[in-house]
């Protein structure tokens, strides 16, 4: 699995250990510390790890429509 780091966007390699995980990770090419939620292989979060004021972000997608855009009144149509 990669994880783009969310300071200076490196891909980050985390081996399969990392398959059901929640903790901190390291980027290798800032140094920069990511906190990270991983369920069956899939990244569900990622904030980093230094910035506790920083919503984590969440990547498991919307549960049900009330949480789409489109729909909260944010519009996606460009112009």
Partial sequence: MKI??????HNVDV??????????????ACQALLEI?????YL???QL?????AAPLDL????????RP???GVSSSRT
């Fill in 4 to 9: 783009n780091c969310l300071s200076c966007g």
């Fill in 15 to 28: 081996s399969e250990a990392y398959d059901d995980y929640t903790g901190v990770i390291k980027c290798f």
């Fill in 37 to 41: 939620k991983t369920e069956n292989g």
């Fill in 44 to 46: 569900r979060s990622v």
């Fill in 49 to 53: 790890a230094n910035s506790p004021s």
């Fill in 60 to 67: 498991s997608g919307p549960t049900d429509s009330s949480e």
């Fill in 70 to 72: 489109e729909e909260a």
